[in-house]
């Protein structure tokens, strides 16, 4: 028997409000809300810690929700300033070589399980070797940290060749920590100059 059409027939979906006050869901790698209202980075909260969290982010300094490079080469320093008291500042250059190698090897681990990560922002591990590198051809002494700091992040945000080759052209983890070696060996080649200048004319 066949069925009497239905006198009221089901409207069509409604198109959304656009007038709705309801947050946009966050996307993965955003930064996300906390509870208390602060908004932080990170990887994608909602999945599970990547192998080497607070390394990557250097205990947390690559969580900063604006510029995390710049915060993470500063949390750097008071290791460097140690490093250096104790051992002298060649040894910084040495001791760079740990955090090289370990961030390599961890930002590959992360790459693998989220391939569409690129260049995470809150890896900072990589500024962390590469302020080291050039702070280790100075002396412990606050105006040429200061200088070094300064020369180091130019070059890592403005990229000269090499380091926008190694920032562009090579893929992966390696990448992710090549480009930041470049700027610190540019910042230390300028910082030798200086020195040499100052100690020829002063």
Known sequence: MSRA?????SSPA???????????????????LTA????????DWRKPWPKGLMFLTWFGAGFSYHAPG???????LPMAVLITWLGGKWWLGAAAIIPFILGWVFTA???REEPDAADPQWIVIDEVVGLWIALSVVPLNI???ALGFGLFRL????????????????????????????????????LLVLQHLW????
């Not at 208390?36 to 990887?43: K, N, V």
């Open 155 to 190: 070059f890592d945000i403005v990229k000269p060749w090499p380091v926008s080759w190694a920032d562009q052209k090579v893929p992966g983890a390696l990448g992710i920590m090549l480009d930041d070696v470049l700027a610190g060996l540019y910042a230390a080649g300028i």
């Open 70 to 76: 710049t915060v993470g080469s500063l949390n750097a």
């Open 199 to 202: 100690d020829s004319y002063y």
């Open 5 to 9: 059409p239905d006198p009221h027939p």
């Open 36 to 43: 208390g209202g602060w908004r932080i980075g990170g990887p």
């Open 143 to 145: 105006v040429w940290y």
């Open 109 to 111: 681990r992360y790459l």
């Open 14 to 32: 409604a198109p959304s409000d656009p007038q709705s006050h309801e947050p946009p869901p966050e996307t993965p790698h955003a930064p996300l």
